[in-house]
T-cell receptor, first 109, second 116 residues
Framework: QKEVEQDPGPLSVPEGAIVSLNCTYS??????FMWYRQYSRKGPELLMY????GNKEDGRFTAQVDKSSKYISLFIRDSQPSDSATYLC?????????FGDGTTLTVKP | GAVVSQHPSWVICKSGTSVKIECRSL??????MFWYRQFPKKSLMLMAT?????????EQGVEKDKFLINHASLTLSTLTVTSAHPEDSSFYIC????????????FGPGTRLTVT
């Protein structure tokens, strides 16, 4: 079993939709939770970073962590075509970061 | 956020030649840098962890004699692909971490290597 499992996608939504991206993890030692966005042929860029259960908002993006269920989510409100990218969850703990396989999102105008 | 650069952004080389890729942390010192390989529509595969002033730690299955990593300073790590083969064609991404227990990880823009 992988340490981090990410909903594989791909996802295709109309502009303005709410998008939910999800990951589960198995190791309760993981303490920090990140979401990265990667455009085609580019390196990943850090979107959100949190370490506690609950919600963290940044503009149209909300990162949600449920440590009891070992479940993390990224919500995108009012999605835009520019949000079309691959989203990677990453979970850090015990001195290492482990990445999900990524979910490719396409937002259609 | 912090900036990590890579050079070159893309390179084409012939089989049997060697290629060097540079990774620089531009506005912070990075004692640790990572090198990843990414295949199309796949996630990041960690190749090695590079610590300044010491030998890199390679992941299982990665040939250290083929992928030479040097971390000569706190802002520069290099990956040299030696005796390149077409199957080495891939997207190589480096990343660097800031210091402290709450470190953050920043990625370079990647280098696309094509071996002909």
């Amino acid at each position: 079993q992988k340490e981090v499992e990410q909903d594989p996608g791909p996802l295709s939504v109309p502009e303005g939709a709410i998008v939910s991206l999800n990951c589960t993890y198995s190791n309760s030692a993981f303490q920090y939770f990140m979401w990265y966005r990667q455009y085609s042929r580019k390196g990943p860029e850090l979107l959100m970073y949190t370490y506690s259960s609950g919600n963290k908002e940044d503009g149209r993006f909300t990162a949600q962590v449920d440590k009891s269920s070992k479940y993390i989510s990224l919500f995108i409100r009012d999605s835009q075509p520019s949000d079309s990218a691959t989203y990677l969850c990453a979970i850090k703990g015990a001195g290492k970061s482990t990445f999900g396989d990524g979910t490719t999102l396409t937002v259609k105008p | 956020g912090a900036v990590v650069s890579q050079h070159p952004s893309w390179v084409i080389c012939k089989s049997g030649t060697s290629v060097k890729i540079e990774c620089r942390s531009l506005d912070f010192q990075a004692t640790t840098m990572f090198w990843y390989r990414q295949f199309p529509k796949k996630s990041l595969m960690l190749m090695a962890t590079s610590n300044e002033g010491s030998k890199a730690t390679y992941e299982q299955g990665v040939e250290k004699d083929k992928f030479l990593i040097n971390h000569a300073s706190l802002t520069l790590s290099t990956l040299t692909v030696t005796s390149a083969h077409p199957e080495d064609s891939s997207f190589y991404i480096c990343s660097a971490i800031t210091g402290g227990p709450n470190y953050e990880q920043y990625f370079g823009p990647g280098t696309r290597l094509t071996v002909t």
